[in-house]
């Protein structure tokens, strides 16, 4: 996206949290000049959304090793993905374990540009095949359309191993923002279709719809009402994307409402990061809170002084031990006794 350096989207004075000076620094000089997308007209993004992606946005699909192919959802759409391949003089021939990433984007923005950086980094790192998937999108597609694509893409990765040159016992899913909501529901469905995760990595998850609420209290948590005018998303914002996303009623409560569950019995391991100046903080907390008393096995990591957008910023300090927190999280998975090398 074209932009001078006027500052149209400033830190919110109002704002009293603490933010990292690295993060202030990568702020002021690359998102303060850039309207966020719920402050421009709707039809204008999805016109050009080249225009509108955040600046960590990459395609890699030129690389080696990259390969971007169609699956068929419930319904018969076909929605891309786009795998991700260790090298093998590195590696070993495989078969490899495998990641499957939903990006995020409140469930209306969001491609396979999104998370690329974080998916070629993991490959690379970890020794593992990423399936990154580009789920269906409200309001073009009623909500619930792209969970379908989403655990349709999950049971392709168990069902093709032997195209993906994959282990089908050594699978792990994941994602930021709503792609962290979706993979707290299909960790619930892969239970109840006994479908074995190794992993289940929640980054700055959102886990409820927040379709009653009128105002930050409504929450019931405090991160709300504190990171209410944090950057990156705020209270304004989150309503912005209930309201393009729309009517939930008819789809699951556990689509909708995966916090509130009663059964969180059997749940797969789960690394759950949250950022400190974030409305979500807490709620993503609780929700790994629900998997502990449970007697599931979950690691938290709160990154203080960033928001919600955090891992995206590959220069800071926190977005650099994210990456790292990551990687040791996929290989104590899928290779334990890979963790050291």
Known sequence: MATSNKVVNPIDPDFHGYLDPDFIEYYNTRLAIRPATDQVVFADVRKNPERFRGNWCRDF???????????????????????????????????????????????????????????????????????????????????????????????????????????PGSISIGGVSAGAFMSCVYQHMARDAGLKLKLAILCVPTAQSRTTFNQPEDSGFLSYIENAKAPCLNWGRLMYLRDVVGDRSKVPKLWSEPLHEENFAGICDTFIATAGADPVRDEGEAYGLKLVKAGCRATFRRYTGVPHTFQHMGELEKTKLYNEDTCLALKSAHDPSDVHK
């Open 61 to 167: 699909s030129d690389q080696p090793r990259v390969t971007t192919f169609e699956i068929s959802s419930e319904d018969g759409t076909k929605f891309k993905a786009r795998s991700y391949h260790p090298d093998p003089e590195r590696y070993g021939p495989g078969p490899y374990a495998v990641h499957i990433n939903y990006h995020g984007g409140g469930f209306c923005f969001g491609d396979l540009t999104e998370d690329a950086q974080w998916c070629m980094l993991m490959c690379a790192r970890v020794g593992i095949i990423i399936v990154d998937v580009d789920y269906r999108l409200c309001p073009e597609s009623r909500y619930g359309k792209g969970i379908e694509d989403g655990w349709a893409a999950l049971k392709w990765v168990y069902t093709h191993s032997k195209e993906l040159n994959s282990r």
